[in-house]
């Protein structure tokens, strides 16, 4: 059994990843983020679900700007380019992403 804050508190505007569960279709991580100030751009190939569990972000995705909060979701399509703008402090998410056909 794991315990998703059970974890290591990455550098200043950096991440962690921590994979809890896997298979061919889909892969569940916990993301530590702490205090981000630098804008990082995603597009994976595949389709994501997050769920903030602690902290605030800010997300940018067909130019509009999420802030979420603990307790909000955001479901980013597949090869959807999105911008982590910035972290308030630590913040803990649960990620689900869905693929087609993983393929490792």
């Not at 200043?12 to 892969?27: A, I, P, R, W």
């Not at 679900?49 to 972000?57: E, I, M, S, T």
């Not at 800010?58 to 979701?73: A, P, W």
Request: with cysteine.
């Amino acid at each position: 059994m794991n315990n998703i804050f059970d974890f290591e508190l990455p550098e200043l505007d950096s991440e962690h990843f921590y994979t809890q569960f896997e298979n061919e279709k889909v892969s569940i991580k916990t993301i530590v983020s702490n205090t981000l100030s630098t804008p990082q751009t995603f597009q994976q190939e595949c389709e994501e679900w997050v769920v903030v569990l602690q902290g605030c972000a800010k997300i940018k995705m067909d130019n509009r700007v999420y802030k979420l909060k603990k307790g909000d979701t955001l479901f980013i399509p597949k090869n959807k380019e999105h911008t982590l703008l910035k972290t308030k402090k630590t913040v803990v998410w649960l990620a689900v992403y869905i693929y087609d056909n993983k393929e490792e």
